[in-house]
């Protein structure tokens, strides 16, 4: 993981500073003997009853659709938590007083976006990410736009 502040890309972010913003950041490993452990913590910690895997990448023929959902500012009723099993991505997501935080996640890293918090999400230039996710219930799931984003 890298973050840093989208106006201030010299001021690094480090997970406590993310937490400080009710961002959850983690670095459970590689490994799945070692992560699916972590992750069996979360979800009985935090009420995620559902584990399942999602994939993006330049084979998907409509990519650029997918992706167009997810990068305008938006919130969801639940929280958006993903482990990153291969490749990367950006999340933009607002702090406490309303600037970007751009974090960058790489394999090994969760990061749990929660409920109510607005974000974005895109590909870097590799265009591929495969990620474990987590939810209470995929009705919660559904983006819900910010009215007058930037
Ligand atoms: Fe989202």
Redesign the pocket.
Known sequence: MHAHWLDDSATALDADTLAAHGVVYEFLGTNPAEYQPKLDDYKSQRGYGTQDEVGLNPSLENLDEICAK?DKE?L?TDD?VRFVIDGEGIFDIRSSDDRWMRVVVEPGDLII?PKDKH?R?RLTESKSIHCVRLFQDQSGWV?VYRAASD
Do not use: G, Y
Request: glycine content about 0%.
């Open positions: 997810f938006h969801h958006e976006v974000h999400f983006p």
